[in-house]
């Protein structure tokens, strides 16, 4: 149809990204590949993306800022979920925002995002809305003790929530967590036999596609390790990829979305959260797979047809921190010999940020191998990811 037409993008257009983190940077060079042109608005200087894009130096909220951003691209996307609602409206109004705002303002929020998920007949974790001290006492009552207390907006990389295991944790929780945020969710506590997520696609025109199944691995609530093909019974897998797709085509999506679950004991799946992005879990695509997760988002909002998704080797990606940079970046250029019985082959990225931080993402290493087991292995070996 004619609007299809209209919202076709060429390789030559220009993208702008909202955000010039590592996941911009990404997305930069897989379309920059493809033949696009970037720029990215972030108020760091030499920003991760703004060291291999133009780059507007300035504060995501600066209207005047993302008004320059507007006017210099075709078409604009953004790597993260708290964009500012004023420069949301303003982008959508003055450029073209395919992704739109109303999926940015419903996974900002954990309880907007169940009742979506909920409303897509995809199931999530049993959950409380939680207000004070007193609706948190009842909600530990229904629910049954674990649970887990999270902040509504704002929580990354475990940061915002708590474990709740005795009643007389419940009231430190919620004065710890109550401080920032008002607004609070009680989740039943899932003993999970694997955490898995799917990243699914889809263009403005109704293609859907999604990637395999990544079984992650967590430690303090950040993420460790990605493990492609997921050890668990294929019939879940398949089950998995259907959900995302399901909740894609339900939330009306263009672009993509990484969709975080449980799986229980008895083969279970309860969506976590989800995320309108490329995705960290979802890096393992960009060596790994026919289409990276990148490429693939550069696909779908510029309405191109989305490209393969076969995993084209068993991989494990690990996540380079703070505290593994020196020792990673060391080894880079003199690899270990003793590591090549294992027969796996790194991919090192590394994300130009200016200051490392214990517990920030620094990089990731992609270890293409024959069998997960030896990457698994390899990581185990190296003794880097010991702290
Ligand atoms: P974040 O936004 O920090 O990624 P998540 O809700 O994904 O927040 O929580 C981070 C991690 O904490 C999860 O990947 C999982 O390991 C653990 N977790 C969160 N909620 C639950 C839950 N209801 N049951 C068990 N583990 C949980
Ligand atoms: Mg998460």
């Not at 970037?38 to 030499?46: A, K, N, R, V």
């Not at 897509?120 to 939680?130: D, F, H, L």
């Not at 989305?306 to 990673?328: F, I, K």
């Not at 293409?368 to 390899?378: I, P």
Request: net charge negative; aromatic share 6%.
């Amino acid at each position: 149809d004619p609007l299809t037409q209209i919202n076709t993008l060429l390789p030559g257009s220009t993208i702008g990204i909202l955000g010039g983190g590592q996941l911009g940077r990404m997305m930069s060079l897989a379309g920059t590949a493809m033949g696009y042109r970037f720029i990215t608005l972030d108020p760091t200087p030499e920003s991760p993306c703004g060291q291999v894009t133009p780059q507007i130096e300035a504060a995501y909220s600066d209207e005047d800022a993302a008004r320059k951003l507007a006017a210099k691209s075709d078409v604009i996307t953004y790597e993260f979920e708290n964009v500012d609602a004023g420069v949301a409206a303003l982008l959508e109004r003055e450029s073209y925002v395919p992704q739109g705002s109303s999926l940015l303002y419903t996974t900002q929020h954990r309880l907007r995002e169940k009742r979506a998920i909920e409303a897509a007949g995809v199931p999530v974790a049993p959950y409380r809305e939680i207000t004070d001290l007193q609706s948190l006492t009842k909600a530990a009552e229904e629910l049954g003790l674990p649970c887990v207390l999270k902040t509504a907006t704002g929580g990354y990389d475990g940061k915002g929530q708590a474990v709740i295991r005795t009643a007389d944790e419940l009231e430190t929780a919620y004065r710890e967590l109550a401080t920032s945020v008002r607004e609070l969710v009680l989740e039943k506590y899932i003993a999970f036999q694997a955490e898995i997520s799917v990243i699914a696609a889809r263009s403005p025109k109704g293609e859907i596609k999604s990637f395999p199944v990544s079984e992650n691995v967590h430690v303090n609530g950040i993420l460790h390790l990605s493990i492609v093909p997921a050890r668990i019974e294929e019939s879940i897998q398949r089950e998995a990829r259907k959900l995302a797709e399901k909740l894609a085509e339900s939330l009306g999506l263009s672009g993509l979305l990484a969709v975080e679950m449980f799986v229980t004991e008895d083969g279970r799946l309860y969506v976590n959260e989800v995320a309108p992005r490329p995705h960290n879990s979802g890096h393992y695509t960009m060596e790994a797979c026919a289409t990276s997760q990148f490429e693939q988002h550069i696909r779908a909002i510029c309405n191109l047809p989305l490209g393969d998704t076969t995993l084209l080797s068993p991989v494990v990606m690990v996540n380079v921190l703070g505290q593994h940079l020196d020792e990673v970046v060391k080894r880079a250029g003199a690899p270990d010999d003793a590591l090549n019985e294992f027969g796996v082959v790194p991919k090192l990225h590394l994300y130009g940020k200016n200051e490392s931080k214990t517990g920030r993402k620094m990089g990731h290493i992609n270890l293409l191998c024959k069998d997960v087991q030896h990457a698994l292995d390899w990581v185990e070996q190296t003794q880097i990811w010991r702290q």
